[in-house]
């Protein structure tokens, strides 16, 4: 939930710096991590600060860069479907990926229980009638179309990276860190590419912190710590409650309206995520017991 409220808060910033600034997507995604990475390592610093043991002994880096260009690669097909889709059909498309995610994971043999499908159901409806005008505007764009699915296809494949990367590591702040470490390379290796446009002034440099520090630093810390808690196809089915907060966040700051339909939308998306706490708890493995007479 922590996640989904920081990542929520990213199309506001976004359109904010678009209305104070002139600064493109691609700008706004470089600043993202050239932001990010270095606040992420101080916190790391910090957080490791007058403790004699090294934490850094269970954080396997290569693996985490790995997943750190993935995100990379989630990023920029969402920029470069978001040139050509509406948001309100990209959000439709992009928020396939707990479908795909639960999916893959019933593939890779993990059990998902008749109450997530139903809690799946329910997500998806919600999120189709949050973004009542999907079929407006005309023929959609296919390239569009597809690079929104990969977008949703590559997080998916993120969830499921960053299940198997962290297992087991304590340091979840530290594997978080080497992620946004191996994001930010790629980013700095497009900057000779296109250059970058610098801040033109004082609050587009805050708004750029604040989804820095807000939409990026606090949701990735977050959804990694959830994966390795409670696994990725119910972290990936709790964060289905993002598009309301965005909603919501839309409607206080920029005036946007909200429709009744919408609101039904999220009374869905609510109740799916209800419906996955309500269901019963794992039962306490007795085997040992059994083992032991």
Same mark, same amino acid.
């Given at each position: ?58 954080? &396997? #880096?290569?693996?985490? +860069? =790995?997943?750190? @260009? ?7 097909? $969402?920029?470069? *479907? !978001? ?14 990926? &707990? #479908?795909?995610?639960? +999916? =893959?994971?019933? @593939? ?7 109450? $997530?499908?139903? *809690? !799946? ?20 764009? =296919? ?151």
């Amino acid at each position: 939930m922590l996640a989904a409220a920081g990542f929520s808060l990213m199309p506001t910033m976004v359109k904010s710096v678009y209305l104070q600034s002139s600064l493109q997507a691609m700008d706004i995604a470089i600043w993202r991590f050239v932001l990010a990475a270095p606040v992420m390592w101080g916190l790391v610093w910090l957080a490791r600060r007058g403790t004699s043991a090294d934490k850094t002994s269970d954080v &396997p #880096a290569r693996r985490l +860069l =790995l997943v750190g @260009l993935v995100i990379s690669a989630a990023v920029l097909t $969402a920029f470069f *479907a !978001l040139e050509r889709l509406p948001a309100s059909t990209y959000i439709a498309l992009f928020f396939s990926y &707990p #479908a795909m995610v639960v +999916l =893959l994971s019933s @593939l890779f043999g993990e059990r998902i229980p008749p109450a $997530a499908w139903l *809690a !799946l159901a329910l997500a998806l409806t919600g999120i189709a009638l949050t973004v009542p005008d999907f079929n407006a505007g005309g023929g959609a764009d =296919l390239v569009g179309v597809a690079l929104a699915l990969v977008n949703a296809a590559i997080v998916a494949v993120y969830y499921l990276l960053t299940k198997r990367a962290m297992h087991g590591v304590a340091d979840v702040s530290g594997a978080s860190a080497w992620m946004m470490l191996g994001s930010l390379a790629v980013f700095l290796l497009l900057i000779p590419l296109r250059g970058l446009m610098m801040p033109p002034n004082p609050v587009t440099l805050l708004l750029l912190t604040g989804i820095a520090i807000l939409g990026t630093v606090l949701p990735v810390f977050a959804v990694n710590l959830a994966i390795q808690r409670i696994g990725a196809a119910q972290s990936s089915l709790v964060s289905t409650v993002e598009p309301i907060m965005s909603m919501i966040v839309s409607m206080l700051i920029l005036g946007e309206v909200i429709l009744a339909v919408q609101w039904l939308g999220a009374a869905l998306i609510v109740c799916s995520v209800l419906i996955l706490q309500l269901r019963p708890r794992n039962r306490i493995d007795m085997s040992i017991v059994h083992e032991a007479g």
